[in-house]
């Protein structure tokens, strides 16, 4: 796992080399369009349903693995740790519109597939203008961004660009690991 902080400033991270060999084996054989799901988000946001088995693998690993490697390197501690993340997959037509995550601690989205694409990542914002550009993460499989938002810091403004075309199915994983204290 490799994590960048994007500006002093911000307590916003890249973070790639996410998931390990045997997560993404098993990741790399599903039809995603097959699993099972609930639309969301007016039909272009399906939550899906991986296997059982796979899917705690990937929270364990997370809640054991990953989350124990990001509170080293930043010298923070997660409290309260939920042990579930979110599989989804976001249908052509979705735009995620320029908002904040309201009152959640923080946030951390893993793009899946497609394997590497650019133009439909997260563009996160200084403000509530899409003019005022803060730094823009490309949805590249098995990369994404880590959010930890404060009472101090100024809201992280972000959202997607444009709307997916229609050749485009955009699968990403999204935890939000609770609250923290800095170390």
Request: aromatic content about 10%; overall charge negative.
């Amino acid at each position: 796992m490799q994590l960048t902080q994007i500006t002093p400033e911000v307590p916003l991270y890249s973070i790639s080399d996410v998931f390990p060999a045997s997560i993404r084996n098993q990741l790399n054989t599903i039809n995603w369009k097959l699993l099972p799901g609930v639309n969301v988000n007016e039909g272009n946001r399906v939550n899906l349903t991986l296997p059982i088995e796979l899917d705690r693998e990937i929270n364990h690993y997370v809640h054991d693995t990953l989350l124990t490697s990001i509170e080293n390197e930043i010298k923070i501690k997660f409290i309260d740790v939920p042990l579930c993340g979110i599989c989804w997959y976001n249908t052509p037509g979705y735009q995620s519109m320029i908002h904040t995550d309201g009152c959640v601690s923080a946030t951390m989205q893993i793009y899946w597939e497609p394997l590497d694409n650019t133009e439909h990542g997260t563009c996160f914002y200084n403000s509530c203008n899409t003019d005022d550009i803060l730094h823009y993460f490309p949805s590249i499989q098995n990369t994404g961004y880590l959010a930890l938002y404060t009472t101090s810091t100024r809201p992280l403004w972000h959202g997607t660009t444009c709307p997916l075309p229609s050749n485009i199915l955009r699968v990403s994983f999204m935890f939000q690991p609770g609250r923290y204290i800095i170390l």
